[in-house]
């Protein structure tokens, strides 16, 4: 007969099994953990053997953060790209696409956080972050090809198939945005108020 010290011992064993057995289908199924960063070589891998579509929001974040880093870095994308056959470089910017998707839905719903005074702060923080990657001064963006906007209209594909509220949301971020780009642009060529810096 099981002692109650038995019982205990079996429950026990059978938790952390179970635990083990979690952690072995989480690595199987979705690769490394949320906390994992990757080199570009092990993303680029990664991106380019399995479709992220079904990963949760927060795994999507990490990913897209990953990219956001590498582009701030000064990462050259474009060799390591040239070395994929098409079919993994398809594969490739479809994740970077759904990456693109849920990092840009991050930023709305930071905004729609935050009072009015504070979000032109913020606007401004994401466009001098943005305007610091140096993969936009080159000729070409090393994902998409020659041609940017591609990225702006497969994306709007994407945002399209949101629900009304949510493109309402991302519309309003991006008119946001621009306007403040525009705002910025024309200060620095006529600069009607002085800089209070």
């Known amino acids: 007969m099981f002692s109650r010290r038995d019982f205990v011992s079996a429950v026990a064993l059978a938790i952390l099994s179970a635990i083990s057995l979690a952690a072995a289908a989480q690595a199987y199924f979705f690769g490394l953990s949320a906390e994992a960063m990757l080199s570009r070589p092990e993303l680029i891998a990664w991106l380019t053997t399995r479709s992220i579509a079904s990963l949760p929001r927060a795994r999507k974040l990490k990913l897209a953060r990953q990219f956001e880093q590498d582009f701030a870095s000064g990462g050259d994308w474009k060799q390591d790209l040239e070395r994929l056959p098409p079919a993994l470089r398809d594969r490739l910017l479809e994740n970077y696409l759904e990456l693109s998707q849920a990092w840009m839905l991050d930023k709305v719903d930071r905004y729609y956080e935050l009072?009015?005074?504070?979000?032109?702060?913020?606007i401004d923080s994401q466009?001098?972050?943005?305007?610091?990657?140096?993969?936009?001064?080159?000729?070409?963006h090393p994902l998409l090809g020659g041609d940017p906007s591609r990225?702006?209209?497969?994306?709007?594909?994407?945002f399209n198939q949101?629900?009304?509220?949510?493109?309402?949301?991302?519309?309003?971020?991006?008119?946001?945005?621009?306007?403040?780009?525009?705002?910025?642009?024309?200060?620095?060529?006529?600069p009607l108020v002085p800089d209070e810096t």
């Not at 009072?115 to 913020?122: D, L, N, Q």
């Not at 990225?151 to 994407?158: K, S, T, Y």
């Open 151 to 158: 990225n702006l209209a497969l994306l709007q594909g994407r």
């Open 162 to 190: 949101l629900k009304p509220e949510q493109q309402r949301r991302v519309q309003q971020f991006m008119g946001a945005l621009y306007m403040r780009w525009l705002a910025r642009g024309f200060r620095q060529l006529i």
């Open 115 to 122: 009072r009015e005074p504070e979000r032109t702060e913020y």
């Open 127 to 140: 466009i001098d972050g943005i305007s610091r990657w140096p993969m936009l001064n080159q000729s070409e």
